[in-house]
């Protein structure tokens, strides 16, 4: 569906995006994950036809987006929601995607039907007549994503969608969007709230400096990249004469052991079953997990300051001898 | 095209329903200046030696040049809320053609300009007389060109300036300096010799000589054809800057 070859957008010095390559399929939701300044909405102005690249192609549904024989042809394919919601104030929100209906070429009948499809589609029946400056924040959001589908575009794409939408509103905007990816349309969605991405089972671009650093399923990701390992917390400083006994195990601190899982070998019990005469002596132990969000910091070279771990097992509190255990 | 120019202008138009400061700007308050004004503006064509042009033969193309100038300043204005309710880039999106979304945004101020000079024209034989030789096809016909010219500078301003505050500012100047340096305000006569060249380049000036003429029954076909090519002109370049700097999409 769509083809990005190498692009290279500058503006002056700053250089926006550098040497992007990014294929998207049809029927797909590809959510872009990105710090601020990453060029996400660069290149959604890019591929919706707002600017130019400097260098590199642009392919939409097999048509050259750089060839202005294209253009028109373009238009009908894509449809775009900045990240700012445009809409008319003053006009009511029949109107407002009425004219946006007509816009795009469809008769008055046409826009019509449409209109009033998707003001069911999107909870806005209600609000018909209503102008727009009286809507509140997600039910503009609405309006403005209503007006992105009016003519069934083959390629949508959702810069920070539901931007100042509530919960209800963002659940709202969220199922559409999975309705209008299942009709077939291509959806490209930035977002920097990543519970969306994991609501959406999008598949994830990861941009970063004006590239792709990552494109995968989310599966794909985290599968590629999870660690999957344990934490064991001592109540004494004892990690260290206890690594011998579990395979892959280093010791992080005084009082803490990590325990790499390869192939799965380690399980909880056969840690606990492991540490023998060691166990009363366990605080707890933690399975180290990578989010979507850990993932997305490990690989834009960020720093989390969450901990990425979740507690398996934890003891009750165990009063410690003066003296270590003789058997140590 | 000539749909997507359909479809803004009549856009254009529902918006103008929810605001009625294009009306009062255009049509009233010039209507009261020409009102209040025109016996001192005859007064000193008088004593310029210009004893044979009516009052309302001067002090209708002064306020048209004025206030006709201020059309531009809806075009520019109706350009730069687009960019501020964040629909410019929409309209750029869905519209077939940019032309038809420009054509779309020119159309209702130009006719609002062009019904502004007819109803001055209309107060002021009412009210002091003096166009019994009225040429008023001749005056329909200039009217629609300075209208064309004056809106397609104001795409250009649309273009520079992208606040409202900068962009009101520069409109208001330029409708001065088109009216001062048109000599329908004041005899060309008494300007400082400098604006006597400014006075060609401005299309005030050549709205003034047309109109002055057509009201007193006057125009002659040489005159006519000069005054309406400058402006012409002035328009196709205005109207050809806007399209290469306004055209941000491909079409």
């Known amino acids: 569906m769509l083809n990005i070859q190498q692009v290279t957008k500058r503006f002056g010095e700053i250089s926006a995006l550098n040497a992007l390559t990014l294929h998207i399929q049809e029927n797909q939701i590809s959510a872009i994950l990105a710090k601020n300044g990453a060029g996400k909405s660069t290149l959604m102005s890019l591929i919706a036809g707002l600017s130019q690249p400097c260098s590199g192609s642009i392919e939409i549904n097999g048509l050259n987006r750089l060839d202005k024989k294209n253009t028109l042809e373009l238009k009908k394919h894509i449809g775009f929601a900045a990240q700012n919601t445009g809409l008319y104030p003053m006009l009511s929100v029949h109107q407002n995607v009425y004219f946006f209906a007509k816009l795009h070429g469809l008769t008055h009948q046409q826009a019509k039907i449409r209109v009033e499809q998707l003001l069911k589609q999107f909870e806005l029946t209600e609000l018909t007549h209503r102008p727009c400056q009286t809507l509140s924040g997600g039910q503009k959001r609405r309006v403005h994503l209503a007006i992105a589908v009016v003519h069934r575009p083959k390629l949508l794409l959702l810069d920070e969608p539901t931007l100042g939408a509530d919960i209800y509103a963002r659940e709202a905007i969220l199922n559409v969007v999975k309705d209008i990816a299942k009709q077939g349309t291509a959806v490209i969605y930035t977002t920097h709230y990543l519970n969306e991405i994991e609501n959406l089972n999008a598949h994830i671009i990861i941009m970063d400096k004006g590239r792709v650093l990552h494109q995968a399923s989310q599966r794909e990701l985290q599968e590629k990249h999870n660690e999957n390992a344990f934490y064991v917390d001592f109540t004494l400083p004892i990690a260290e004469k206890v690594a011998h006994i579990l395979a892959h195990s280093t010791v992080v601190a005084a009082q803490r052991l990590h325990v790499k899982n390869h192939n799965n070998a380690h399980t909880i019990e056969h840690i606990v079953h492991a540490m023998g005469d060691f166990l009363p002596h366990i605080q707890q132990i933690k399975r180290h997990e990578s989010s979507l969000e850990n993932l997305f910091f490990t690989l834009t070279d960020s720093h989390s300051t969450a901990q990425p771990e979740t507690v398996l097992v934890k003891t009750k509190p165990v009063m410690h001898p003066k003296k270590e255990p003789s058997l140590l | ?251």
């Open chain 2, 1 to 251: 095209m000539i749909m997507t120019a359909l479809h803004v202008f009549i856009n254009e138009l529902r918006i103008m329903r929810h605001d009625a400061s294009p009306f009062v700007i255009l049509f009233i308050m010039p209507s009261l200046a020409l009102i209040l004004l025109t016996p001192a503006l005859g007064a000193i064509a008088r004593e310029y030696g210009q004893a044979s042009v009516t009052d309302s033969a001067l002090s209708v193309p002064a306020m048209t040049v004025m206030f006709g100038s201020l059309g531009a300043a809806f075009v520019s204005f109706s350009i730069v809320r687009e960019r501020d309710w964040a629909c410019w880039s929409r309209l750029l999106t869905s519209a077939h053609s940019t032309v038809g979304i420009i054509g779309g945004k020119l159309l209702p101020p130009m006719g609002l300009v062009i019904i502004q000079q007819v109803l001055l024209v209309i107060i002021g034989a009412a009210v002091y007389g003096g166009l019994g030789e009225l040429q008023a096809g001749a005056y329909i016909v200039g009217a629609s060109f300075f209208a064309i010219t004056i809106t397609a500078f104001g795409l250009v301003v649309a273009d520079m300036f992208s606040s409202l505050q900068k962009m009101n500012a520069v409109i208001h100047i330029g409708a001065l300096l088109f009216a001062s340096t048109s000599g329908a305000f004041i005899p060309i006569e008494s300007l400082p010799f400098y604006v006597k060249y400014l006075l060609y380049i401005s299309p005030g000036y050549w709205l003034v000589v047309y109109q002055k003429n057509a009201l007193l029954g006057t125009l002659t076909l040489p005159t006519a054809s000069i005054s309406l090519s400058i402006l012409s002109l002035q328009a196709f370049v205005f109207l050809a800057y806007a399209r290469a700097r306004l055209n941000c999409i491909n079409t």
